[in-house]
């Protein structure tokens, strides 16, 4: 039942696939209805949607701002219709959510769990990724909301809520750190560690401040999943850097969790991120005041810091 009108339709597919012979053939029906299709927009906005090449069709910075709203229409249609069938006592609607691995140790999966107390009609589908897909997935429309870590201000997402979560390094009960208040990083840099991969928020600060004190570290175990770095660590395999998300539950019991003091992990925020300009239903709503209830208010964070 699309609710977004055809020429809007056709338009998208051409963007797509870069050619109206294609996006015809895909929705069996003759290049020229689309052209006419296009031509009509065209006229009615002023300016041309695409660049025209003998090997296709690139969208202009008129066509990429029409298609940015094509989209949103299309989820808020997709919304709309969501809500109308929930309140038919069978129905039901699905939230996408995309988060990075902080979050789904124990933050998203609670949220979720008390949202269908409030809404027992509702779904999920969990994505656990990396930051910059999970940020990529809500600003292009495939994901209602992202729980990610961030660095810097995103300008193509809006941000619902952004504070600094606490670094913690995670060793064992027995591990010479474990009986420290807090740790200093050329200290904890004196141990092996087991980190996250380069590319993610948590690893770039870690690199950057080891610049910055000269210092090198040994790196026992390279991992992007919570589990099995805990259980290297619980094994005695040495120590890990983690964030304040969730620390207290889950596969890390019987860990020591001692603070890291260095400024430089201030600039890594946890996000709540949605699409600009979409719709949210009741239920998303609810979802995302539930995710933020679960993270450090915004006051929290260090003067000057922005999203």
Known sequence: MPLVPAALRYFREVARTGSIAVAAADHHITP?????QIAKLESEIGRPLFHRHPRGMTLTEAGRRLLAHVHRSELDASALLADIRAQDPAGSSRIAVACTEGFAHSVVPQAMSRLRRIHPAITFRLDVVGREEATRRVAEGDADVAATFAIGRQEDVSVDHSAVVPTYA????????ASRSRV??????GHPLALSSEGASQRELFDIAARIER?????????D???????FVRSGGGAALVSGLGIASGPDSGLVHVPLAHPVFDQRRAQIQTMIGRRRSPAVADFINLLVSRLPPVEDQPPGAGS
């Open 32 to 36: 020229s209805s689309i052209s006419r």
């Open 170 to 177: 995670a060793v064992r009960e027995d591990h010479p750190l």
């Open 184 to 189: 200093g990083f050329a200290e904890l840099c």
């Open 215 to 223: 210092v090198e570290a040994t790196i026992a175990l390279e991992c």
């Open 225 to 231: 999943r919570l589990a099995p770095v805990y259980e």
